[in-house]
């Protein structure tokens, strides 16, 4: 038996040991810890075969679908496990990179962004179906609540170029004593009997604007042109307006809540276009030079407060916030609904919703209704993931 | 006038006993008065400059951010060595036969006092306290219990006392029963006046009489939840008569708050068994310990002090500093790797336990009011050497101060400058890798956790009958309740605490409810 407990209590050496060593580690491991999230880079370059420090910067990118697929460079990135609409991209080389986000069945949404050293660059990226979907809204329906379209006919006459979301039937008979009334479809009637949107364009608008001017003085004109302000429209600090043909997005909000795609780098023009395209150098130099829309700038940012949007050189019956986003547009140009980006760095990326040349849409609600030979839809502009 | 010529020159200072900055007068009250704001000021001004930096200079939040992650992940690693090394010694102590160890001392002139203060704690607890005092491998003769009721609990339950003396008397040595008034002046109610009262009474009616040294005996001040394991008198006295200044040493055992393990609820076996690991971590620093919940330590010592303060909260920890501070700096903490059981805090319902934890927390990191009270000697009483007064002072700041703030900062203000930075913040890559790196290394400190899980399942009774073998998984996934058991029952109560003594809203004792009835 022995005389003492065998383990005694840790001695304060072994102690102090282990404390200092710890300090060490915390010593060693901070400035690492820091040179890494401020976007610091060990690199192995094979061709000098040495290591190099090199800053990195990243890229950050909003989806509007789940299953999507992302690449950089031709290189797919891993999808996000928690947050799967949102890819923080890390380690990118400063310089010009392509992101392109695609997907089955979905249109491809492709950028061309320029990545500065320890800098991440936003990017919201929205991929529309190639098929159009869409929602029946018929006068009757059945019990179960499937759409009842009257007379014989087949999906392709009535969704030609289309999928249907919801089930609906033929009914062969002209009773209706089986069915029941939709409410939803006398609202969208009343809304397309008593709207005029989508019927009158922003160039007939325009015409007539000019003629109105043709025959009245200067002092007149004056005047008038008060009285013919241009259709606005407003969500989240961002207005949509018309001026002319043109379709604009103008900034209302606060200099420092502006979206981060009215903004650019501090730069020269050449290197502006080189950058985010020779049009955005224009239109930052351009306003430059304005007194009603000045640049400003945010931190080290040069700020316009409106972007121009891309109209396909198309005329414009209808222009919204698309559903849901102050970041997209919706127009109704004259071969069919399209969606774009206020975002024109490197280019607009436009995605047709529908297409067709005579149908009329409208939104109320953040739902897009269209009329096409008599029968109602509503546009559903997501697919199922 | 009342006869101190026994208490130690320092004690005899009519400040010695100083609970509150009111009991002070000139400029000493000003300066008690100034430490009890200094630590609540230093925490919300820190947490509230987490947040300002988060705003004003979101870079430096970061960079302090990520330098307290590194900090928290090598704190964990640190204390968690010592829990492990901690564990292999009490395992180890508990299959020592400490009677065999103590065979080579002459341990017959030795008494232990055992002083049990309740309040309104059930018989049943009363009984199984005795219970392990009576299965001791001990000679029972030497022990002297004392189990001390408060008059304000009224008569059933200091009749309570009276049943459990019937019963147990007989075994022990000496068996004293004393009633605490609740009208004495100056003192607050509490275990600290009971038991301050229970001394003096054990002294005048047992000891004094018995003519027994008060050098030959051990005073163990225990819960009335403590039931002892049956070699800690052997233990106890093995380690006196090993230590290097046994009448300057108080005797600290490892609490397991097992008693009532498998009844308590998740969130109370996790902050039972987190206070347990506190109390081993510091079992291997006893030099940066000072005496937690039961402990014990030479009368002869308690006597020279005039057996410390009936007008504090945190009684346990202060008697501690009353001696250390008495003996210009010379007292230790002996650990005894050696463990007691206790209960985990109960109650019917669960709101009813978060609420009984809650309360008992913020009565422990009161403690606080032990920080103001050992600066305010150290400014006073020269004769303690300085390196040991400014490492004392430091060591004991940081640890409130740490308590209240590194679990806020941590797991909510480390958010701080993504939330609240500034624009030009939020482009860096800084500002998008923050968050990953901060959640890095939380999730290789968790391991710390794996470690916990794994003690606190071995430390963990045998499954009574009626209780599934599936309370097991429980028990190991409980812990990953610690973030926010860290926040809740840590952070907050502290931060309640020290706001409470920074404005002078001083606090009472509450008696923590343990038993579900």
Redo the contacts between chains.
Sequence with gaps: ?P????????P?RH?QI??WT?VL??VL??PT??F????YRLIFDSDTETTMVTS???M?VTTSNLDIDVYLDEEQIEQPRLFRNAY?I?NIKAGQHRIVVQAPEVHTWVKELPVDP???IEAAAFNMPTTPRLRPITEYETSEGAAVYQGTGTTSTIFANATVTEAFVFATTSSVASFSINPEYEFVETLFGTSTASTTSVFAQFIRDMDRFRFISPEERTATTSTTTPEVIERNGVELLNRGLELYAVWRGSE?GIPFYFCVTNANASTTAFRYGQHVANAVYATSSATSSPLFL???RTCRSEIKLDRLRQDVYLFDFFPGSSDLVLLHLEDGLYVTEIDDRAWQNTQPLYLGEDFRAIIENDIIYIEENGNFFEIIPEIES | MSDDSHLLPYARRADFKVARANELTGKDRRFYRFLEIVPGVAAWATLVGIVWASIYASFFA??FI??FA??WV?KT??LS??VR??Y??LK??LE??WG??IE?FKCEDYYHLVIFPYYKEPLEMLDEAMKGLAEANYDLKKLIVVLTAEERAGKESVDQAYQIEQKYAGQFGHFLVTEHPDDIVGEIAGKGSNVHHALHDVRVKVIDQQKIPYKNILTSIFDIDTVIYPDYFNCLIWHFMTAEQPFKSAFQPVPLFTNNLWEASAVSRVMAMSSTFWQMIM?????KAATFSSHSVSFQALYEIGYGQANVVSEDSRIFWNLMVANDGNFDVV?L?YPIAMDATAAPTLWGTIKNIYQQHRRWTYGVENWVYLVYHFTKNKKIPLRKRWAVALMQGEGYWSLVTNPIMLFILGWAPIFLG???FH????????PI?VRNLLIVAMFGLVVSSIIALSLTPPRPQGYSRFRYIVMALQWIMVPITMIVFSAIPGLDAQTRLMFGRYMGFWVTPKRVQ
């Design positions: 038996m005389q003492e407990p065998q383990i005694s209590g840790m304060q102690r282990f404390f710890l580690v915390f491991l901070l810890m820091i890494y999230t401020t976007g990195t910067g990243g950050y923080y890390q320890h800098i991440v420092n945010v931190d080290d | 970061a960079y990520i330098a590194i900090y090598l690693i640190f060595y010592h090394y901690n292999k010694r180890h102590h020592l036969d065999r160890l080579r079992q291997e620093r006893p030099d650990s790797s500034t624009r030009e482009e860096t890559v800084l500002s998008y890798e923050l790196m």
